[in-house]
């Protein structure tokens, strides 16, 4: 079974810094590229960025390029994501989800709520 | 990246059906067979319905169905039943070579 845990969000100040993790299991995790997507409370799903099998190649939402890093270490089966100088529009659950198909996003984590506020 | 258009809400009546729409550009859904459609139970995460404008994954009711038009994309429901009141949402590949979703639609099942 396809599982996705994240971990790693929490309340933290406008201009700080926070680091989510998502550990697969129930799948050989290098051979998918990965996503992160984020939905701010009672509001719609926006995707954030997503990363191939190696790490080699990256992309990002305009609204967090420069500011958020994507990465992964296939030897633990893990996804990352470095946000920094966050902002309150940053507050939601974000999703660490898996892509299938072609740009499809078949398996999804439970998601970490990431909270942005002084 | 702007979101792709989706109507806010729609309903229909059990075993009537319904589509909902989703609007993009030729960056997005005009230029790429690669719409996919999820639904999504308040607060809980979303789940794939259909995948690459109209394939449905497997376990995936066949009353769902997925059709594409220029800059827009369609799910079709037929056959409404009570357990598809639900938030939907649509999205894309882009030429960014990034992924773009719809604002949401809410299918009220009356």
């Known amino acids: 079974e396809v599982q996705l845990v994240e971990s790693g969000g929490g309340l933290v100040q406008p201009g700080g810094s926070l680091r989510l993790s998502c550990t697969a299991s129930?799948?050989?995790?290098?051979?998918?590229?990965m996503h992160w997507v984020r939905q701010a409370p009672g509001k719609g799903l926006v995707w954030v960025s997503r990363?191939?099998?190696?790490?080699?190649?990256?992309s990002y939402a305009d609204s967090v390029k420069g500011r958020f890093t994507i990465s992964r270490d296939n030897a633990k089966n893990t996804l990352y994501l470095q946000m920094n100088s966050l902002r309150a529009e940053d507050t939601a659950v974000y999703y660490c989800a898996r892509n299938d198909f072609a740009a499809a996003v078949s398996s999804w984590g439970q998601g970490t709520l990431v909270t942005v506020s002084s | 990246q702007s979101a792709l258009t989706q109507p806010a809400s729609v309903s229909g009546s059990p075993g009537q059906s319904i589509t909902i729409s989703c609007t993009g550009t030729s960056s997005d859904v005009g230029g790429y067979n690669y719409v996919s459609w999820y639904q999504q139970y308040p607060g809980k995460a979303p789940k794939l319905m259909i995948y690459?404008?109209?394939n449905r994954p497997s376990g995936v009711s066949n009353r769902f169905s997925g059709s594409k038009s220029g800059n827009t994309a369609s799910l079709t429901i037929s056959g409404l039943q009570a357990e598809d009141e639900a938030d939907y949402y649509c999205?894309?590949?882009?030429?960014?070579?990034?992924?773009?979703f719809g604002g949401g639609t809410k299918l009220t099942v009356l």
């Open positions: 690459e404008v109209s």
């Open positions: 999205s894309s590949y882009t030429t960014s070579s990034t992924l773009v």
């Open positions: 990363i191939k099998t190696d790490g080699s190649s990256t």
């Open positions: 129930g799948f050989t995790f290098s051979s998918y590229w």
